[in-house]
């Protein structure tokens, strides 16, 4: 093994005996306790000493074979065999029949599988293998409902967004929903809720599994407006996000619990608006085993802080138009959980985080107050260029419950660092002077790794 660490290997995979009472050389020789004597000492031996190759990076995977055949044993229909106790060479209408019959027996000789048998071992191989690239998605999930509850307020904020009067002009006749033009008492009560739907993939990478996910989500919110163009609010959200991983390699399911303060200031010219916002998410893991399937569960939690900034112009008749800039960090923690299921392939699986700092540089462009339908509508598109400045490296740890001293270290690989594009747009009509519309929505583009899209549709009364 240290030849071969020493020569680049990066990932072994080790078939050990915790028992070997499955053989029926074994158990028919009538010394099988001295066996299965011999075999956990081995076992535990070996686990031993691969223990220092394993905490050094060199990804260790030791399946126990004996566990393998004992569940196979139990339960042999529905892993696919007739007979589990009696060798096929035994058996002369099997040693002399096709593979196909041969296959139905677990043993060909007492101690060697059929080629049946061997399939069965390899599927728990490859399942072991598989079984820490998926979880990468839990965390990354985590922060996406976050910031995307940061973001869709970011996109409210615009949508309601009336620019005060330069010295001198006359304000304008909409309607008072949502941002009070100069000379309209304060209000002192909003409140609003939205519902939406989120969606987008994420690339395989390294040991990483993609997936596609998507989330529906609601929210209400309480807002105050003390003054001309200066508001502020606290905001609840609820999702549901659900990915699916690639390959047929699992589900995880999300119940995400969103809380978030927000401000904005509203100028003649200048606008800025910053969100503060926590989510709570407890995660529903499931991955398909060799027969039954694994389940995990556990908590995490995500804190996003996300502003924006801009100066639009108003010399371009019924149209403003300016630069806009902004700041998103992101951080998220997801618990340890031992999964539950075919003990041969559950795991433990350790605490892990994630970061990310985006930034974002861009234009707005803002139509002048207009009548759709005959109500009084506001409306805006944003272009802008994203950077993550993080590349989300990070190393996961996990272990079989079945091997404890061989921590498997997993590298997940960079995300989406570089930059890329969103477009986001957005529009609120006043149906009465005291109700109001909003429709907002934006989606990436050319972003390595996988893009994602949002839509929301709200109502706002204002008291």
Not at 311 to 336: E, H, M, N
Not at 402 to 416: K, Q
């Amino acid at each position: 093994v240290g030849q071969l660490v020493g020569a680049g290997a990066q990932t072994i995979v080790f078939n050990g005996f915790t028992t070997l009472n499955g053989l029926p050389r074994v158990a028919a020789s009538g010394n099988a306790p001295a066996a299965d004597l011999f075999a956990r000492t081995y076992f535990d031996g070996l686990q031993a000493g691969l223990a220092p190759y394993s905490a050094s990076g060199t990804r260790i995977f030791l399946l126990d074979n004996g566990q393998i055949f004992q569940r196979i044993i139990a339960d042999r229909g529905r892993y696919g065999f007739a007979n589990t106790t009696t060798p096929c060479a035994l058996v002369a209408a099997c040693i002399g029949a096709p593979k196909a019959v041969q296959n139905t027996f677990l043993s060909l000789d007492g101690v060697h599988l059929t080629e049946g048998g061997y399939l069965v071992l390899s599927r728990y191989m490859a399942n072991a293998l598989a079984a820490p690239n998926g979880i990468a998605a839990q965390a990354e999930l985590g922060q996406i409902g976050t910031t995307s509850f940061a973001g869709a307020l970011l996109q409210r904020l615009d949508a309601y967004r009336l620019f005060a009067p330069a010295p001198g002009a006359t304000t304008g006749a909409l309607g008072t929903t949502g941002v009070a033009p100069l000379g309209t008492p304060a209000s002192p009560l909003i409140v609003w809720g939205q519902g939406g739907y989120a969606g987008g993939s994420r690339a395989s990478r390294g040991f990483t599994t993609g997936y596609d996910y998507d989330s529906p989500s609601g929210t209400i919110g309480l807002e105050a407006t003390p003054m001309p163009g200066v508001r502020f609010g606290f905001a609840f959200n609820y999702a549901n996000p659900h990915a699916s991983l690639r390959g047929g390699a699992g589900a995880i399911d999300v119940d995400s619990y969103g809380f978030a303060a927000y401000g904005s200031f509203t100028g003649t010219n200048l606008f800025a608006d910053a969100v503060l916002a926590y989510g709570r998410h407890d995660y529903a893991v499931t991955r398909p085993g060799v027969v039954d399937p694994l389940n995990g569960a556990t908590g995490g939690d995500s804190v996003a802080v996300a502003a924006k900034a801009g100066y639009l112009f108003d010399a371009f008749g019924p149209v403003r138009l300016g630069p806009i800039v902004g700041l998103t960090y992101a951080t998220t923690r997801v618990g340890a959980y031992t999964e539950r299921g075919d003990p041969v392939l559950t795991q433990s699986v350790g605490a892990t985080g994630l970061e990310s700092l985006v930034g974002r540089a861009g234009v707005q462009v803002r139509a002048a107050p207009f009548h759709l339908v005959g109500l009084p509508v506001r409306a805006f598109v944003n272009v802008t260029a994203e950077h993550e400045f993080l590349d989300g490296g990070r190393t996961l740890t996990t272990s079989f419950t079945s091997t404890p001293l061989l921590p498997i270290l997993t590298p997940l690989g960079r995300g989406a660092r570089g930059t890329y594009g969103i477009v986001e747009a957005g529009l609120a009509a006043d149906v009465t002077p005291g109700v109001s519309l909003t429709l907002t929505g934006g989606t990436t583009f050319a972003r390595t790794g996988g893009d994602g899209y949002a839509v929301n549709g709200g109502l706002t009364m204002r008291f």
